[in-house]
């Protein structure tokens, strides 16, 4: 007999929801088929992510989805809405671990079962050339948020995996760009997949 599939929380943003991309091809779902391939089996995401969302914004849908119980494994991806909306890296640092420490609740109190996910570099897009705001500022910012974030993970013992790298250099290219001119393409995403894989890979794979 088949063991259970793992149970899978998705948490973020239009970057995990996957706006302008087929479901299959939102970076959980490829994740899911990538472990599958591995012989681990997790059960398709349930999501809590919309495009838009800062951290508040998803902080209280958490809420309004509650009871969520406890799951064997939780992503999280967010913090760009609250950059373009300007707000000090003073600001999201609160939120952010606020979210944090709840992912690792829903975990089961298991902060090697939750995954975080840098904020990719939006401004090196179409739409970030065409919005009329400093680029180099967009990236400066990006790089101080995901900083501490990667900082807020290593203090509690949760892998933090850089896709902003890759968003930079592969993003770079016409068919890693969504229709929208803004969003990652589902090519974009299993890029992202590709570094996160292994490391999810790892903890599932450690004994609970």
């Known amino acids: 007999m088949s063991p259970e599939p793992l149970s899978y929380l998705a948490l973020g943003d239009s970057y995990t929801i996957g706006e302008a991309v087929a479901e299959h091809e939102r970076w959980p779902a490829q994740l899911v088929a990538g472990l599958a391939r591995r012989g681990i089996a997790l059960a398709p995401p349930r999501y809590i992510a919309t495009t838009g969302w800062s951290t508040d914004e998803l902080w209280a849908a958490m809420d309004a989805a509650e009871p969520l119980g406890q799951w064997d494994f939780v992503s999280l991806l967010i913090g760009v809405n609250d950059q373009y909306r300007r707000r000090a890296v003073d600001n999201y640092v609160p939120e952010?671990?606020?979210?944090?420490?709840?992912?690792?609740?829903?975990?089961?109190?298991?902060?090697?079962?939750?995954?975080?996910?840098?904020?990719?570099?939006?401004?090196?897009?179409?739409f970030g050339a065409d919005s009329g705001r400093d680029r180099r500022r967009i990236a400066e910012e990006l790089d101080a948020y995901n900083a501490a974030a990667a900082k807020e993970c290593a203090g509690r013992g949760v892998a933090f995996v850089d896709v902003t790298g890759a968003s930079r250099t592969l993003g770079l290219r016409p068919d890693r760009v969504a229709g929208d001119g803004l969003h990652p393409s589902g090519l974009a995403y299993a890029d992202w997949t590709a570094l996160a894989l292994p490391v999810a890979e790892r903890l599932l794979r450690q004994r609970p």
């Open 96 to 126: 952010f671990a606020r979210l944090l420490e709840r992912a690792i609740a829903l975990a089961g109190d298991r902060p090697e079962r939750v995954l975080v996910l840098s904020i990719p570099d939006w401004g090196l897009t179409p």
